[in-house]
């Protein structure tokens, strides 16, 4: 148990499909990551937030909408994606800036 | 821009042998933190070690150890007498500080990963 939550583990979408990814942190951590790791590919970080607030959007197609409504909890608004988008959707928490990142297991997107 | 680099894509072992996993980073930031992860199947990302810049001694846990050496900026990773369940993807992570509205955050860049084989 790595104190990261995402849900759900496994999504199959359609292209004209709208979904969310959930990710539930209970470690008293008060920044939150999205990375995307693709076939191949190093990881890549998607999103940041930092108490509550977006402090870091790494040029993220805006079909991808982050929220994080409180500081436990954060969430991928996913709408008309691509194929290209298929890959492992990974979700992180820190508590102090250059101290470890705790992960989810990750949400395995299928995008057809 | 800070970079992570793993030369090795994949290794293959039989258990027991002892395997080094190589890193080599750059970054301009005289204080930085470097980290190792390991992804089994399952998907998640295991923290296996964090170490500063302002702190080369090796590092031994267990079967595990880190050569962290400056001179030339390498973090090297070693399994001794591997075991079927150390095959995963691991993966070489340097941290960069960031700020943004008064508000300090860490963001990984991560290498590409050296996907480990352990047969039996």
């Known amino acids: 148990e790595t104190g990261v939550t995402q849900t759900p583990r496994h999504l199959v979408m359609g292209m004209t499909n709208k979904k969310s990814l959930k990710c539930e942190q209970h470690l008293g951590h008060n920044a939150m990551y999205w990375y995307k790791q693709s076939a191949k590919k190093p990881l890549e970080l998607m999103f940041v937030y930092s108490l509550e607030e977006r402090v870091e959007n790494n040029s993220v197609p805006s079909r991808f909408s982050p929220e994080c409504p409180n500081s436990s909890h954060l969430f991928l608004h996913l709408h008309t994606l691509q194929p290209e988008d298929s890959a492992l959707y990974l979700c992180?928490?820190?508590?102090?800036?250059?101290?470890?990142?705790?992960f989810g297991q990750g949400t395995r997107l299928t995008v057809v | 821009a800070q970079k992570v680099t793993q030369a090795q894509t994949e290794i293959s072992v039989v258990e027991k042998e002892d395997v080094t996993l190589d890193c080599v980073y750059e970054t301009r930031d005289t204080t930085y933190y470097l980290f190792w992860y390991k992804q089994p199947p399952s998907g998640e990302l295991v923290f296996l070690i964090r170490?500063?810049?302002?702190?080369?001694q090796n590092e031994i846990s267990g079967r595990y150890s880190w050569n962290f050496q400056k001179s030339t900026s390498s973090f090297n990773f070693t399994i001794t007498a591997s075991q079927v369940v150390d095959s995963a993807v691991y993966f070489c992570a340097l941290s960069e500080a960031g700020n943004a509205g008064g508000t300090s955050y860490g963001k990984l860049t991560f290498g590409q990963g050296t996907i480990l084989t352990v047969h039996p």
């Open positions: 170490r500063n810049s302002f702190d080369e």
């Open positions: 992180a928490s820190s508590l102090l800036p250059n101290t470890e990142a705790f």
